[in-house]
């Protein structure tokens, strides 16, 4: 697998990622849907330590619905969101995949938080769905 590289709007921030994608999801919850300014949000995960982040990253910390520490990174100049982080999965991080430079290949596997899902979204594809986050 070629590197994985990918960044935010304005360039302050670039990434790449050294590991292959454990999975990709589709995530409907309400904080995925108010980050994104859409109806969902689609990521990859990968190992957090196969990451590599250039650029200064400003993080807001929330409690998720486990109640476990959930870190969101965006950059500080344009705003674009970028990578997730949860004390549910602590080795992983989650990539938004529309900052990819090349998202072409992202095919996602599962779909979680159905249950939140806006009621216009219907997207075609087999995939797993969740009503809510499975177990980790």
């Known amino acids: 697998m070629t590197k994985l590289t990918g960044g935010c709007l304005c360039g302050s921030v670039r990434y790449s ?8 999801v589709v995530c409907h919850c309400k904080d995925c849907q108010k980050q994104s300014g859409s109806a969902f949000s689609v990521e990859f995960i990968v190992s957090s330590s196969a990451v590599s ?10 409690t998720g619905d486990s109640g476990k520490a959930v870190e969101r ?4 100049e344009c705003g674009s969101a970028l990578i997730s982080w949860g004390a549910m999965m602590p080795d992983a991080y989650l990539i938004k995949a529309g900052t990819l430079d090349d998202p072409n290949w992202i095919a996602p596997t599962m779909e979680v938080y159905c249950d939140r899902a806006q009621p216009w979204v219907n997207l075609t594809g087999e995939r797993q769905k969740f009503a809510l986050m499975p177990p980790v």
């Open 17 to 24: 990622v050294d590991a292959e994608p454990m999975f990709t």
């Open 53 to 62: 982040v250039e650029g200064t990253t400003k993080t807001f910390r929330q």
């Open 73 to 76: 990174r965006f950059c500080p």
